[in-house]
């Protein structure tokens, strides 16, 4: 490859390294005026746009990547968090599943599509897609997290509260678990424990006011 795209492409991993995305985006495009078909740096130029709030032209620079090398996993999940993001679900869901016949053990994209299939109101599939993305790697923050949400959801309150422990025992420290577990216990009538859990969430975040107004809600029953 020539040298030059190369030290452009370095330059602009090293300005998104520091969140100089418009010097990154400047470099980016550079290498592929040399060589267009440098796909890692339609993928990088993607992901800057996307930094940048210019989601539509991400979504070009991704499509791009991918039309030079259609396996090109990165860029596949790039795109479907993209369209997640412009609100076309159905096409995320869609890039997953893609994602998914090209590594059927990629935890980030099981956890992604429930993501969107949650957002197609589509529940039970939802947790389907996050049991198969902890079954995968079952210390995997995000999935356990949405899982939660999904179950309260459903009105599974026991389950959430089951699932959000989980979460506290892999990051103690998030706030916004604890004051969401004590939503769910609230639901399950147990304002002693869901006091306790608020408690939790803003001695760890005192800015957390969907704990304080929760608190004053639990305190009044």
């Not at 979504?59 to 790039?78: D, E, K, M, Q, R």
């Not at 992604?112 to 949650?118: A, I, K, M, T, Y």
Request: hydrophobic share 40%.
């Amino acid at each position: 490859m020539n040298d030059t795209v190369l030290r452009y492409y370095n330059e602009g991993v090293g300005f998104v390294e520091v969140g100089r995305y418009l010097d990154a985006l400047v470099c980016f495009e550079k290498a592929i005026a040399i060589d267009p078909e440098f796909e890692f740096a339609w993928n990088n130029r993607g992901v800057v746009l996307q930094q940048l709030s210019r989601f539509v032209e991400a979504l070009t620079s991704y499509n791009n990547a991918l039309a030079i090398s259609p396996n090109f996993v990165s860029a596949w999940g790039n795109r479907g968090v993209i369209l997640e993001l412009l609100g076309r679900y159905e096409e995320s869901l869609a890039t997953f599943d893609k994602i998914i016949s090209l590594e059927p053990n990629n935890s980030g994209a099981w956890s992604n599509r429930g993501n969107v299939l949650q957002k197609l109101g589509r529940f039970e599939e939802a947790i389907a897609s996050y049991d198969k993305a902890i079954a995968i790697k079952p210390d995997s923050f995000d999935p356990w997290f949405n899982r939660s949400g999904v179950l309260k959801n459903l009105g599974k309150y026991e389950e959430s509260v089951a699932s959000y422990d989980r979460v506290i025992a892999l990051k103690p420290t998030f706030a916004r678990a604890w004051y969401k577990r004590g939503s769910v216990l609230d639901n399950l009538g147990k304002h002693s424990e869901a006091r306790a859990s608020y408690d939790r969430a803003i001695a760890l975040d005192p800015n957390a006011a969907e704990s304080k107004d929760n608190l004053t809600i639990s305190i009044e029953k």
